[in-house]
């Protein structure tokens, strides 16, 4: 569900029905725990607006930051390591798809020399999507597994200060992320 | 317009709109997307040229990048210019096609520019905003309903009921007034609704800080006004709000660690 989902981000529509607050209550809800993942994905939404989705700029990937976190959470995951866990992998997910761009290219310059225009269209569409979908699959379930192997074994056992720290970050995430909406929306445009 | 675009027509490339990035790559950007959205059309106005198809197609597989509902707008006004140069020959279909390149290059940057400001820097906070406000709202009034349903629902109708208005009625405008829709964009006064929408989102997250603010206990509505009044000093210097929420976390566990908070 969160690969397919995130298809919206950028390759199919735009709808933001893969946006982090949309994101993060499907997943959540999926994965039993629709409140949790609603929140964490309204922190991750506020944190992620401030960067623009403009040419080929690719920031962390707020989508899979907020299917992740949710999923972490449903996992039973302390709520810190939920919404790092998801933060990083949502900036992995943008490196793996930096190199699927540049996959891309090689694609395109084929299709530029004719050789595939009066078939090829639809179906390298279809597979540039699957492929998409399976890397975003792949990584989203590597990074649960992990992160909450991680959660379980070490961080349970982490310097209590730490545990705070991270719980206090997660919780203040939404009112960081409201200020800054606040101060881009007092900017000069 | 020599040929006339059947509903059909029109709905099968406004589908094919909606994977416009699905082939983005860094050399051409969006052009694969935006050839796969046109190709049907392109066969209907050069299916009887099989040598001018082919290079129609190729044309389109050229460099080109736009915002994504900007797009439909070209798609439009490109769809008009491309029946319009297979109804002539010589030296005037070579006017024509010289021009649906420029339409993409010269009208897809600029456009892109207001569209980003108004779709991604304005309309896509604003509602985030309404859709935390409708949550607390269904909160706040006790209403026996998911919060996060509501505010989810909000979200995404705030986005796009504009959004879809805007894709639709550029590319039927594009069809219809070709580059002449452009004229009627630049006389909307975009830049008032995007100060608008961008003053009132602010409007809107302090309030629903205030409302948020309002169901803490006292410790974490401490906790939650230094970080509000931090984030909103270091945004105003131009701090990443995720490099923010880092410091957050090292200063509270530098606080725990002197055993001033448990």
Redesign the interface.
């Known amino acids: 569900m969160l690969a397919a989902l995130e298809l919206d981000a950028v390759m199919v529509a735009q709808t933001l029905v893969s946006r982090p607050m949309i994101m993060g209550v499907i997943v959540g809800g999926l994965a039993g725990a629709p409140a949790l993942g609603a929140l964490l994905g309204v922190a991750i939404e506020l944190l992620s607006l401030s960067s623009l989705p403009v040419g080929g700029h690719l920031s962390w990937s707020g989508p899979v930051a907020a299917g992740v976190a949710a999923l972490l959470a449903g996992a039973e995951c302390s709520i810190g390591v939920s919404l790092a866990g998801g933060v990083i992998t949502g900036a992995l997910h943008s490196g793996l798809e930096a190199v699927e761009r540049r996959r891309r290219s090689v694609a395109g310059n084929a299709l530029s020399l004719g050789a595939r225009t009066d078939t090829g269209l639809g179906p390298a569409m279809v597979k540039t999507l699957a492929a998409h979908a399976a890397v975003t699959f792949v990584l989203a379930a590597s990074a649960v597994v992990l992160i909450s192997a991680f959660d379980r074994v070490c961080w349970s056992r982490a310097p209590e200060c730490l545990q705070i720290g991270a719980q206090i970050a997660a919780f203040c995430a939404p009112w960081i992320g409201l200020s800054s909406v606040t101060v881009r929306g007092l900017r000069r445009v | 317009m020599s040929q006339e675009m059947t509903p059909l027509m029109k709905a099968r490339v406004a589908f094919r709109l909606?994977?416009l990035?699905?082939?983005?790559?860094?050399?051409?950007?969006q052009?694969?997307?935006f050839?796969?959205a046109l190709?049907p059309w392109l066969g209907a106005c050069w299916g009887f040229e099989s040598e001018e198809l082919?290079r129609a197609?190729?044309r389109h597989?050229e460099y080109f990048?736009t915002h994504?509902i900007a797009a439909w707008l070209l798609a439009g006004i490109v769809c008009r210019g491309e029946a319009a140069a297979a109804a002539v020959q010589g030296v005037q279909r070579q006017l024509a096609i010289e021009k649906i390149s420029r339409y993409k290059t010269d009208y897809g940057a600029s456009l892109?520019g207001i569209y980003?400001?108004l779709f991604?820097?304005a309309l896509?906070?604003a509602?985030?905003?309404v859709?935390?406000l409708c949550?607390f709202l269904v909160v706040r009034l006790g209403i026996r309903f998911?919060?996060?349903?509501v505010?989810?629902a909000a979200?995404?109708a705030a986005?796009?009921v504009p959004?879809f208005a805007a894709r639709w009625i550029g590319f039927q405008r594009g069809l219809e007034r070709g580059e002449n829709a452009l004229v009627d964009i630049a006389s909307l006064g975009v830049?008032t609704w995007?100060?608008f929408l961008?003053?009132?989102?602010?409007?809107g997250?302090?309030l629903?800080?205030l409302l948020?603010a309002s169901i803490l206990e006292p410790r974490?509505l401490l906790?939650?006004v230094v970080?509000?009044?931090?984030?909103?000093a270091?945004?105003?210097r131009g701090v990443?709000?995720?490099m923010?929420?880092?410091f957050?976390?090292?200063?509270?566990?530098?606080v725990?660690?002197t055993g001033l908070?448990?």
């Open positions: 909606l994977f990035q699905t082939g983005w790559e860094p050399a051409r950007m052009a694969t997307g050839l796969f190709d082919r197609r190729l597989l990048n994504p892109a980003d400001s991604w820097g896509r906070p509602s985030a905003v859709g935390i949550a998911p919060f996060f349903v505010g989810g979200a995404l986005y796009n959004a830049q995007i100060v961008r003053r009132a989102t602010a409007a997250a302090v629903a800080g948020w974490l906790a939650a970080s509000g009044a931090a984030g909103l270091l945004s105003w990443e709000p995720l923010q929420a880092g957050v976390g090292a200063a509270a566990a530098a725990s660690a908070w448990k």
